[in-house]
């Protein structure tokens, strides 16, 4: 079971725009960096956002991020229906171990 | 461009071993990064299983870490995933990724995943 929650699922319509909550504690968000992956159908996860805030090569900034205290926040604009995927933020925590995110589906309608 | 690839059984009995090499091509482990397998059961999240470096520091997740070991060779720019007394809630794609960081800053590089299932 994951220790970092968040929404089993967010929707908009095209053009629009999602935040997708992270929620943690001092053992893990709240020492430690925010990584952001976004899981299509079928595929293996991809790197969206890393040390919080910061976006890979290619990565569109459509896509943010943002930490504060204990909690992360992954938002996308400009919601298109090919960000129709899972989400999961991950990090570290004291026990020395990774973890993720329960996981939020995003759906364009 | 790193590439990762995940081989291995797809079928594994219960009470059995599951065993799994990731070769990783485009980047010498001996360079560098932690390396490292994460799971995910089907229509389920992730869970990170444990990394290595290529000295052969590890990380375990503490739920998994009484029957995980991560391996790696360096000679063949491969490591290695066994995971003792398989069960059915072992079933899951498992991905070997490359990871920036002992503290999991980010998972940049990922393999396309290998499903076992544990049955009998």
């Known amino acids: 079971q994951s220790v970092l929650t968040q929404p089993p699922s967010v929707s908009a319509a095209p053009g629009q725009k999602v935040t997708i909550s992270c929620s943690g504690s001092s053992s893990n968000i709240g020492n430690n960096y925010v990584s952001w992956y976004q899981q299509l159908p079928g595929t293996a996860p991809k790197l969206l956002i890393y040390e919080n805030n910061k976006r890979p090569s290619g990565i569109p900034d459509r896509f943010s991020g943002s930490k504060s205290g204990t909690s992360a926040t992954l938002g996308i604009t400009g919601l298109q229906t090919g960000d129709e995927a899972d989400y999961y933020c991950g990090t570290w925590d004291t026990s020395l171990s990774g973890v993720f995110g329960t996981g939020t589906k995003v759906t364009v309608v | 461009q790193v590439q990762l690839q995940e081989s291995g059984p797809g079928l594994v009995k219960p009470s059995e071993t599951l065993s799994l090499t990731c070769t990783v091509s485009?980047?010498?482990?001996?360079?560098?990064?932690?390396w490292g397998w994460i799971r995910q059961p089907p229509g389920k999240g992730l869970e990170w299983i444990g990394s290595i470096y290529h000295s052969g520091n590890t990380y375990y997740n503490p739920s998994l870490k009484s029957r995980v070991t991560i391996s790696v060779d360096t000679s063949k720019n491969q490591f290695s995933l066994m995971l003792s007394s398989v069960t059915a809630a072992d079933t899951a794609v498992y991905y070997c990724a490359r990871i920036v960081g002992a503290t999991l800053a980010r998972v940049d590089f990922w393999g396309r995943g290998a499903l076992v299932t544990v049955s009998s």
């Open positions: 485009g980047y010498s482990i001996n360079n560098g990064y932690y």
